[in-house]
């Protein structure tokens, strides 16, 4: 599995750790930016991490800024992206199971680095259930349309 991995500023540093997380478990990934704590526009590499996930450049996507709000909603205004703000581990597989995100974004400014490593744990290894659910992410899917 490849991981595009992006945040702006107000979500550098948890993404360094993550992309640390990421390496301590041998799983590949692409870091789309940002690379210090100046400031940037989260639109901007949340669109970049949402594209490369949109045309199969990469499997999935973890974006990080502030609060996940910001890089949630500019992620999902790409076609084909089901990006899920997660800052729980319930949530983070729930929305694996029965939404087939496969972008989590998260606000650093929210949630410490263990958790933060625990969603990202569940997040990666949960698996989308299908059946009924698969319909219904055929329906948000209709929704581009
Ligand atoms: C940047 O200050 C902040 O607005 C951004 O990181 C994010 O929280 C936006 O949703």
Redesign the pocket.
Known sequence: MLVGIGS????FRLKEDIKQYLQEQGINFTDFGTCSTD?VD?PDVSREVAQAVADGKCDRGIII???????S?AANKIRGIRAALCHDVYSAQMSREHNDANILTM???VIGMGLARAIVEKWLATEFAGGRHSRRVCMIADLER
């Open positions: 702006d500023h107000g979500g400031s989260y800024c502030g609060t996940g709000i910001g890089v909603i606000g650093e400014r």
